[in-house]
Structures are given as C-alpha cells and as structure tokens.
C-alpha cells in the first residue's frame, strides 16, 4: 500500500517564534516537568553524561542538570536554545547531528519519533545509535500503540491555561492527525500534527536496522522505550 503523507507534517501558529515542526517557543516557555526527570533518571546510572535531542526550552533539561546529570542540549531553533542556561547547547536538526563524542544516554523525547515519516524515523533512531556509548543506552518516549485507537478531542483547563485536542483524524491505516490549541491569558497556539502508530514489534525492526535493541519499559510504562547498542 502506497500512502500519501500530507505534505506538511506539522504546522503552527500563535504569537512569538515558532519552530519548522510547529512549536510555538513561547508557549513552550510557560511549562514545567511533569514527572518525566524523574522517569528518566531512574532508568540510567547516577551521574550520566545524557545528549537530549530535541531539548527545546529546556523544560527537562534544567531539572536533569539538578539531578546531577552533565547534559548536551540539542534543538534546531536557536530561539529554543536561548532559553537554555547551564549546558552546553548546539544548534543542529536531530537527523544532521554528527558530534565528536559519545555519550552514556542519548534521549529523545515529546513524542519526536512518532513522526509520520518512516525514513525521518530511522533518521533520527541512526542519530541516536551514532552517539551513544557502547556500554549506554537510549531512553526515547512515543505514544503506545494503542492510544491511536481510543484517542479523541479533549480539553484540559488549569492554572489559568486551556489545552485541547481539536480535529482528530484518521487519514490513513495507523496515521493519526490532530491539531492542539493552547491558551494562556489572552495569548493563543496551535500546532497541527501527523503522528503514526507503530506496532512494538515494528518500533523493535526500526531499533534493529538502527542498531539497537529494545531492552523494555522504564517503570513498566509503555510509553517509555529503553534501548542498547546491538
């Protein structure tokens, strides 16, 4: 089956800089961690020398800093990376990277490699594989396959902020589209998306032709994937 991706994969708009995969800086500015510092810093040795790939703002870079963790920082947005203070940064896409060092763990987070494209899926997890020590491992987060089947439109309201979930589609087998609206104060985003389901035994063959191998689920939460050099 040939299937026609949409020829943008991610828009945005609002006020402020907005990055090429539709991330309003600004916004992006205005959140805290949730709980996933934690997450990760329970899944890698004490200390770990981590490369987070797609650091955006910082949101989870600074609380790894304060975990102890020295961290390299990497965006494609130099407005993302001005927010950053205490790493080091560098100015890359994550499929371009090529640095002269490896490290203890390599993290991909926010969901970047459920992107649609399978090629810029590999891209990315080939990134991952170059730059992680042989002795490390990669900690990525995805949605779990079964979220493609039950999600819908939503909202969320607090801290004098409104979240939803609008126009949720289904263009093709295991495509999902969407667009998020978020707003705080008299300031308003959204980012439209195309995210595509895969299988536990498809993400496995993408870590493999990587050179990886999926070792499990930090804190048995499928949403989390840990893996290690082949």
Do not use: N
């Not at 991909?108 to 042989?134: E, K, N, Q, W």
């Amino acid at each position: 089956m040939v299937i026609m991706l949409p020829e943008r994969l991610y828009q945005g708009t609002g006020p402020g800089p907005i990055t090429p995969d539709g991330c309003a800086v600004d916004y992006y500015a205005t959140l805290t961690p949730a709980g996933e510092p934690e997450i990760v810093h329970a899944a890698i040795p004490e200390g770990a020398a981590i490369l987070e790939l797609g650091a955006g703002v910082g949101r989870i870079t600074h609380a790894l800093l304060a975990l102890g963790h020295e961290v390299v920082a990497v965006d494609e947005s130099p407005e993302m990376l001005a927010r950053i203070h205490g790493a080091e940064t560098v100015l890359s896409r994550i499929q371009d990277l090529s640095l002269p060092r490896m490290f203890d763990v390599v993290l991909l987070m926010s969901y970047v490699i459920d992107t649609a494209d399978d090629d810029l899926c590999r891209a990315f997890l080939r990134t991952c594989r170059r730059h992680v020590a042989p002795d490390g491992c990669v900690i990525l987060q995805r949605q779990p396959p079964e979220w493609y089947d039950t999600v819908g439109p939503w909202e969320r309201r607090g801290d004098g902020r409104v979240s939803r979930m609008t126009d949720v589609s289904r263009p093709e087998p295991d495509l999902l589209e969407a667009t998020m609206e978020y707003v705080v104060g008299d300031r308003r985003w959204t980012h439209t998306f195309v995210s595509r389901r895969r299988t536990d035994d498809r993400f496995e063959e993408l870590l493999r032709e990587a050179g990886l191998t999926m070792e499990g689920f930090p804190g048995g939460d499928r949403g989390w994937v840990r893996a290690v050099p082949a």
